[in-house]
């Protein structure tokens, strides 16, 4: 379970363009459950996320991951809670290009120490549980955008974290590819993970996958329709 | 284990990275080949040089004595070695005949030089590589020497000198006393200069002082003097090259600023990414560490192998007209390969080490910023 509360995050403070991206926020995220941040651009989704996921600091506010208070963590703990404990699905999908699909899965998992053989089963059994295991071997920029995706799910779950973070995910996908992006969420879900996605996507904000639904605006919170 | 997996998967991804940019660090591996290069031949021809000169001087002679006259080097009395051989502490007097000799039909100076091994055998010459080389094909064997009175000697070449060290005896000519006085119309009873062994060079100081007492019109050189008459005169040899040197390391210097200040909106982007899937900025700054070792090691690796051979079988044939010196009969010397391990050292430490820093530095800015700012930018 992850808490925050009252999270502040302010871009270029004490600057003419300083503005609160994140104003306020306080939400408890429940595990083994899918929650959709849904707003229009602009409205600190993306931002949310980041804070969530330990990818970058709030301004001021508390965050709770499992119990454990991670604000005032120095970085290379957050590093470690990062690379243990969520996998991360960005809009751009952020593949590294010119390395293979293979290679690219197995990135998050380097640090480790981990045999390379054994990371390379696991990458490889993770591009075959999303179809793509023909694609191993071929540089990122000659995927498609479906395979690029899965590619990418593949990769947050190469350390098998408990949380799955997904920004903008079916920003680029048609209807067909991006019900598919849910159904694969639905099974994670089932599997025990605690899936956070950022999108306003009908496909993915109406899918009967989503557990909670949080609508944000200029930073802050303004509904939260539990399904479930 | 776990440590050494690390860094190796960690090293996959460096090197990975490297090839990915396979233009821009093929440049860059270039130029600092180039710079490795230019650097190492200079120190690879300053230490040869230097040995050489000591190998040259090995069996110079503790002091020479030459008359003046009028301050000018002029011929000295051989009954001046008598006078001389009875000072306390000189072992042995004895006079030397050299010179200088133009030889107009190939535009080339001579150094002449009596020698005792051909002391019988006049009509006879030892010449240096440089001399024997510009001989005309299909000669005789002789070299006509146009003497002072305008006649002609022709003396029969016996041997040529062994290359051991060309660079002072390409242009050698080595021949018998009389054909030496008769070239030069040199009168019996004067030599160039007198050469004196000593029991104990401590007492050389007390000896040139004793010799110039007894003979005021003389000037004694010692053999230190010599040395460093040589010294410096390969020391201006580096000196010349150490002007290529110093312009050298300022171009590395400009490299290694241009890659500390640079960082590629792309390679930023993968910064972020990387610290966003989990990776510390230690290990970051790792990566970035085996990306500049393994540039910077190759690079260094292969300049000091091109600039060996350059230098040890090539001759240094790029730096051929800094060591040309003013003869005419160009030196084409083997300098034996020598390494200084401490200059070597030193080169290492003055390239791969500024480098991999400057590598890692714009990295380490990077690296220490959230990784959501970073993918942001």
């Known amino acids: 379970m992850i808490e925050i509360k009252n999270i502040r995050k302010v871009f270029n403070a004490g600057k003419t363009n300083e503005f609160a991206a994140i104003d306020g926020v306080s939400l408890q995220v429940d595990s083994d459950r899918i929650t959709v941040f849904k707003g229009p651009s602009g409205s600190g989704k993306t931002t949310l996320l980041s804070i969530l996921g330990c990818m970058v600091r709030p301004t001021s506010g508390r965050i709770e991951v499992n119990g454990r208070e991670i604000t005032s963590l120095p970085e290379r703990f957050l590093a470690e809670i990062r690379r243990s404990g969520f996998g991360f699905i960005f809009q751009q999908y952020n593949l590294i290009r010119g390395m293979t699909a293979l290679e690219n899965v197995m990135i998050p998992s380097y640090p480790t120490g981990e045999r390379r053989s054994s990371l390379k089963k696991r990458a490889v059994e993770l591009l075959v549980l999303f179809n793509v295991p023909h694609k191993a071997g071929s540089r990122v920029e000659e995927l498609s955008g479906g395979e690029a995706q899965r590619v990418t799910i593949a990769r947050a779950l190469m350390n098998n974290p408990r949380f799955v973070i997904a920004d903008e995910p079916t920003a680029h996908l048609d209807t067909k590819l991006s019900r598919e992006f849910m159904d694969i969420m639905l099974g994670l879900k089932t599997e025990g993970k605690t899936i956070l996605i950022a999108s306003h996507d009908p496909v993915v904000c109406d899918s009967i996958a989503v557990d909670r639904l949080v609508g944000m605006r200029d930073g802050r919170i303004t509904t939260v329709d539990d399904r479930r | ?377």
């Open chain 2, 1 to 377: 284990m776990t440590f050494i997996q690390k860094q190796r998967n960690i090293l996959d991804v460096a090197l990975c990275s490297l090839l990915r940019r396979k233009g821009k660090n093929l440049s860059l591996v270039a130029a600092y080949v180039f710079v490795i290069f230019l650097l190492s031949s200079v120190m690879f021809i300053t230490d040869a040089l230097k040995r050489e000169a000591s190998f040259v001087l090995k069996d110079a002679p503790e002091m020479i004595v030459q008359r003046l006259v009028a301050g000018r080097h002029e011929l000295v009395p051989t009954a001046y070695a008598k006078v001389i051989g009875k000072i306390r502490g000189v072992q042995s007097v004895s006079p030397r005949l050299w010179g200088y000799y133009y030889d107009a039909t190939n535009g080339a100076n001579y150094t002449l030089i009596v020698h005792q091994d051909l002391i019988t055998s006049p009509g006879s010459i030892m010449v240096g590589r440089g001399v024997a080389r510009h001989l005309p094909a299909g000669g005789n064997g002789t070299i006509p020497f146009k003497a002072c009175d305008g006649s002609y000697l022709f003396l029969e070449i016996r041997s040529v000198l062994p290359s051991e060290s060309e660079l002072v005896s390409a242009d050698l000519v080595l021949m018998s006393e009389p054909d030496f006085r008769r070239l030069f119309q040199m009168p019996e009873g004067y030599a160039t200069d007198l050469v004196l062994r000593v029991r104990n060079v401590r007492e050389l100081s007390t000896i040139a002082a004793k010799v110039v007492q007894l003979l005021p019109d003389t000037r004694p050189v010692s053999r230190d003097e010599i040395l460093r008459t040589y010294d410096a005169v390969f020391s201006w040899r580096s000196g010349l090259v150490i002007v290529i040197f110093a312009g050298t390391l300022s171009a590395f210097l400009i490299l290694a600023w241009d890659k500390a200040t640079g960082l590629s909106a792309e390679e930023k982007r993968e910064i972020g990414l990387l610290k966003a899937v989990g990776w510390e900025t230690s290990d970051v700054l790792l990566m970035k560490f085996w990306e500049g070792m393994a540039v910077s090691l190759v690079s260094f690796l292969t300049g000091i192998i091109l600039a060996y051979v350059h230098i040890f079988f090539t001759s240094a044939s790029l730096f051929k007209p800094a060591l040309k010196g003013w003869a005419v009969l160009y030196p084409d010397f083997r300098l034996t390969p020598f390494i200084d391990g401490q200059h070597a050292a030193t080169l290492f430490f003055l390239t791969v080490v500024p480098y991999t820093a400057a590598t890692i530095v714009p990295s380490w800015r990077t690296a220490t910023m959230d990784p959501d700012s970073v993918m942001r930018s």
